[in-house]
């Protein structure tokens, strides 16, 4: 039989191989809270403008009250003949209270119905997974206040470079997740105007106020053009972009911790209860939470690239292809949800080991660039030649199988006489990373402060 809901110009029924790959309701059925919602402030605003009886717009509701219940307990069965979220609910509704149940769509289509849906979905995730990172960025600082002190070798090309401390290190996470905050803050602040209103592409006749269903929907206002209303999936892309960014940071994350609880490196202790066994090597743990934080960013990025796609080359103003945007933005969010859930426990949950990173941050004659400054601030070598001595000085100990850390100033006053007066603290690391307090610096006394002034920023937002 041809489609109760559309099938007036149909002679036939669907083909099974339609419903196959055009009902999108195993998935959409997630819109199914927004639908609802966004179906109760039309019906409001029609009966209020007049456009249907009020009576018959508070059957309506009342009938969608008693769906999304329905839907609440379980008791909702979605129908994937009927396609979609919005098909099913309105089939439901007409079952409910009869054909009053059909003045439900005056004045609106499923292009703007669905775009408001979307739209209160994503902005609903966005303030999930700012509430999740808002407790990672806690955790963040909580941790770097710790161990604001404890020095640790910093790297570049993961070759030692010169000492930072743990906190400072950590606080470089923060500030990232920070930027993910904001970045989620604006995407939500972008997608602040209602779809509703906009029909089909082109608005309507009927005298609908499209600014009654923004306002009762938590919008900042309507959208401005009705084509760009229901094309737009900028929203998507935006949260699915920051989405990206954050899955970045966690990942080069999930990177560190990889490596900081192999025993070659043992800067940390995992977790055990975020740590897995191996099935056949009895003294394995394994950081599998920190690998999976590691891999899930090629989910979405893959994700992101996929709406990229579908959207790029696409038609004003709605096209079906449009549909293929959900699986991609729920995968994203379930797992970026995840992802930041872990990373928080991680954080929590791992333990320094500051003696060992405090070891290995004399590794790699970590402190010739004090050195090097030494020579600059005490004896007025110019840097680039101060540069060249230290680097003779590294290579010269090198040859005897040694580093800066096993020699005292004497080694180094004897290799060139204008080291002569060096102190023996600017051989050590501890020094060094005290001495570091230029703006944004590890030295211990400005992490501390750089924490409190996080957790500050982190509750302003
Ligand atoms: N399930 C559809 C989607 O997600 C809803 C909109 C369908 N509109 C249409 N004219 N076929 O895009």
């Known amino acids: 039989d041809a489609n109760p809901l559309w099938g007036g110009r149909f002679h036939q029924g669907a083909s099974s191989l339609l419903e196959e790959i055009n009902s999108s309701v195993h998935f959409d059925w997630r819109l199914a809270r927004q639908d609802i919602t966004g179906s109760i402030a039309h019906a409001e605003m029609l009966g209020a403008r007049g456009v249907i009886d009020p009576t018959e717009a508070t059957e309506i509701i009342d009938g969608l009250r008693k769906i999304e219940a329905e839907i609440a307990s379980g008791d909702f069965r979605f129908d994937p003949a009927l396609e979609d979220v919005h098909m099913n609910i309105e089939a439901r509704l007409r079952e409910l209270i009869g054909p009053t149940a059909g003045r439900l769509h005056t004045g609106r289509s499923r292009n703007d119905q669905v775009a408001v849906d979307t739209k209160m979905w994503v902005r609903d995730a966005i303030d999930r997974l700012d509430g999740l990172l808002h407790r990672t960025i806690e955790a963040v600082v909580d941790k770097a206040l710790a161990h604001h002190a404890d020095v640790m070798p910093g790297f570049t090309h993961l070759q030692c470079a010169q000492p930072v401390t743990i906190g400072h290190h950590l606080l470089a996470y923060g500030e990232m997740f920070l930027r993910d905050r904001d970045r989620l803050r604006e995407a939500r602040q972008r997608l602040d105007e209602s779809p509703l209103g906009a029909a089909a592409l082109a608005g309507t006749s009927h005298p609908i106020d499209p600014a009654m269903t923004a306002r009762a929907l938590g919008f900042e206002r309507a959208t401005r053009n009705s084509l760009d209303a229901v094309s737009d999936r900028d929203f998507i892309l935006d949260y699915l972009a920051a989405g990206a960014i954050l899955a970045v940071h966690v990942s080069r994350l999930g990177e560190e911790l990889v490596l900081w609880s192999t025993p070659q490196f043992a800067f940390i202790d995992l977790p055990e209860d975020l740590s897995a066994g191996s099935s056949i090597m009895p003294q394995k743990r394994n950081p599998d939470t920190a690998e999976l934080m590691r891999a899930k960013a090629g989910r979405v990025f893959g994700n992101l690239t996929a709406v990229l796609t579908v959207m790029k080359g696409l038609p004003l103003a709605y096209s079906r292809d449009m549909q ?126 750089a924490a409190l002034a996080m957790r500050d920023r982190n509750d302003r937002i």
């Open 324 to 449: 293929e945007d959900k699986e991609a933005l729920f995968d994203s969010a379930d797992t970026l949800e995840v992802c930041v859930r872990a990373t928080t426990a991680m954080i929590e949950g791992i333990t320094f080991r500051p003696a060992k990173t405090a070891l290995d941050a004399e590794l790699g004659n970590a402190v010739a660039t004090d050195l090097a400054d030494w020579l600059v601030n005490a004896r007025q070598v110019p840097f680039r030649e101060s540069h060249l001595v230290v680097g003779g000085l590294v290579k010269f100990l090198e040859v005897q199988g040694k580093e800066l850390k096993d020699v005292t100033p004497d080694v180094v006053s004897a290799y060139d006489p204008r080291f002569a007066g060096l102190p023996a603290e600017f051989l050590s690391v501890q020094h060094a990373v005290q001495r570091r307090d230029s703006p944004g610096g590890p030295a211990p006394a400005l992490v501390r402060e």
